[in-house]
């Protein structure tokens, strides 16, 4: 008796091993594809195209937790910095309602010049 407990007991661990690193596979992907999303959004904007902003998603194990989407480079104005924090804002909210986004951008006037000047 006391060996088809410790069988049983084994199984139902393996499945709940199983199961949890099916679901954080699964969040995972969610945030990749949330992340590719947000990345050919701001590539496809000529606005923004040529600008160094690179979106990162990162999500928890929990399900109930948002998914964070840090948005990382350098703009040359402020306006700029708004503009892709809004094409951001959309893209979230048309695919994922529950995520959030972190502005981690850097307004760097002198970046004006080197873009005007062909660098």
């Known amino acids: 008796m006391a060996i088809l407990a410790m069988v049983l007991l084994l ?3 393996i ?3 199983v199961k949890v690193f099916d679901h954080r596979r699964k969040r995972e992907d969610e945030a990749l594809s949330l992340q590719a999303q947000i990345s050919d959004a701001l590539l496809l904007d000529r606005s923004l195209a040529g ?3 690179a ?3 990162d999500c928890s194990l929990w399900g109930r937790s948002p998914v964070v989407v840090a948005i990382t480079g350098t703009v040359p104005t402020p ?3 708004e503009a892709v924090m809004r094409l951001v804002a959309e893209q979230l ?3 994922h309602a529950f995520a959030r986004a972190e502005d981690r951008l ?3 006037p002198l970046m004006q010049k080197q873009i005007a000047r062909g660098l």
Request: proline share 5%; glycine share 4%; net charge positive.
């Open 93 to 95: 909210s048309r695919r």
């Open 55 to 57: 979106a990162v998603a």
């Open 51 to 53: 600008l160094p902003i």
């Open 106 to 108: 850097v307004v760097d």
């Open 11 to 13: 199984l139902l661990s």
């Open 15 to 17: 499945g709940i091993v």
């Open 79 to 81: 306006e700029q910095r």
